[in-house]
């Protein structure tokens, strides 16, 4: 397959999501995928420190076109909300100094564009993941919203058309 490769990044301190596809048309091949557990008991710089390098070597690893990150959601806890924008800040930075372009979406959106329902939970994103990409073996968690969140970006430059701007 010659398509688009993508990665997308499912921010967080604890488990930072990460998988990449390659989607030509509407072909999907899964590449790789994995979970970025920084020491949780780090000081927060060398969390994100972690974050940011570990997101630079899979980049340079499977070499993405283009990136996609979820937007951070503010529930109750505003600390909880910063120190997520935080992780979102390095995954961005490593992703925008490797020269790719990104798209950022919503949680309910990147559901909606993989399950059909913004409500979906991590079970059926999962589930989705293993229907369109047979074999992937992703489980549910980190990882297969990271997955998803690169398939709701390759819809978009399906739809839209690419915003690489790196040298192929």
């Not at 980049?59 to 996609?68: C, F, K, R, W």
């Not at 079970?123 to 293993?130: I, P, R």
């Amino acid at each position: 397959m010659n398509g688009i490769r993508i990665i997308g990044l499912d921010p967080s301190l604890v488990a930072c999501g990460w998988g990449v596809i390659e989607m030509e048309g509407t072909k999907l091949r899964h590449i790789a995928h994995g979970v970025i557990r920084p020491n949780s008991k780090a000081e927060l710089s060398d969390r994100l420190k972690a974050i940011f390098e570990a997101i630079t070597r899979i980049i340079e690893m499977h070499g993405p076109h283009e990136a996609s990150v979820e937007l951070a959601f503010m529930k109750n806890n505003a600390d909880s909300a910063l120190k997520l924008g935080q992780a979102r800040a390095a995954c961005l930075l490593a992703a925008s100094l490797s020269g790719l372009a990104i798209g950022e979406y919503s949680a309910r959106s990147v559901k909606k564009s993989v399950v059909g329902t913004g409500k979906a939970d991590k079970h059926q994103v999962a589930h989705m993941m293993k229907v369109l990409m047979p074999g992937c073996g992703v489980k549910a968690g980190d990882a297969a919203d990271a997955l998803a969140i690169a398939i709701c970006h390759g819809h978009r430059v399906n739809a839209a058309g690419s915003l690489y701007r790196r040298s192929a």
